[in-house]
């Protein structure tokens, strides 16, 4: 699930998930709801997470089993 | 940019936009818009379109330059 492998990535940061929201530029609530599955992500936020991750939008996805 | 990889992918299978909206299970005026790259698609989508073009959602991204 992509909320997964985004919770392991803010966590690798090691960073709160509203310094995450922050550093992506998301609402405050917004991460939360990413990483328990509650969210249909846009491409545009996936690749904001992206950025932040220092990572690619393909790449997240494929450690989501995507 | 995304759309160009769904545009190539269509191609490929020789099907209208109409067929793959279809297909996709999206609105027909819907290929159009994200093939023009005036769409931001959510995750869910994305894997309808990877679904219909037996790929992954990741793949579909990482041809987009994403």
Known sequence: M???AIL???LELEVS???LAEM???HR???GKVERGEQNLT???LVRFAVTFK???SELL???GL
Do not use: D, F, M, W
């Open 17 to 19: 998930q509203e310094k």
């Open 29 to 31: 609530n917004y991460v």
């Open 2 to 4: 992509l909320g997964s």
């Open 55 to 57: 990572c690619k939008p």
């Open 62 to 64: 494929a450690e989501a």
């Open 24 to 26: 992506a530029s998301v």
């Open 8 to 10: 392991e990535r803010r």
């Open 43 to 45: 491409i545009e936020t």
